[in-house]
């Protein structure tokens, strides 16, 4: 429950609903395509939706949160920007946390929100995801630039079309063409998408 609100999930539902005592099994992690990187300053921006914010509370925590920082030996020293979208505040999971980080490391993280039943994007409609990507494209693709950064990208495979096209945008005001760079940043592993 946040703000009176009560936010029912798929998974934390069926966890909530079990019988005590019930078995479930539980495998992971799988998967190579959302691991951050080794090096500590690396540079990352995350783009994500709902429970999308998944793995990106992960890697905050590992960026920022000391005792994970002690117990990894990881100490990130580069900048994270994580643009989250959600329908409604009260559905910002995290949130708080988040605004902590911005707050504690203002050299080191970015939170950029876009909620869509709340705000709205500069031609009158809901603020999605992409529409912060689009306000932030060239600061972005500076970013993106640099061959420390990664992007991870996780949530609904709607906003994928939206960024792709403030990526080209971007892209080729600096006379590049963003449908040859992002399979590119691909095989150079810095560019980690996990849409549904």
Known sequence: EKDGETINGVCSTFLCDIEPGAKVKITGPVGKEMLLPDDEEANVIMLATGTGIAPMRTYLRRMFEPTEREKNGWHFRGKAWLFMGSPTTANLLYDDDFNRYEREFPDNFRYTKAISREQQNASGGRMYIQDRVTENAEEIFSWIENPKTHVYMCGLRGME???????????????LDWAEMRPQLKKAERWHVETY
């Not at 079309?161 to 006379?175: N, Q, R, S």
């Open 161 to 175: 079309p939206g960024i792709d096209e403030a990526m080209a945008t971007a892209a080729a005001a600096k006379g």
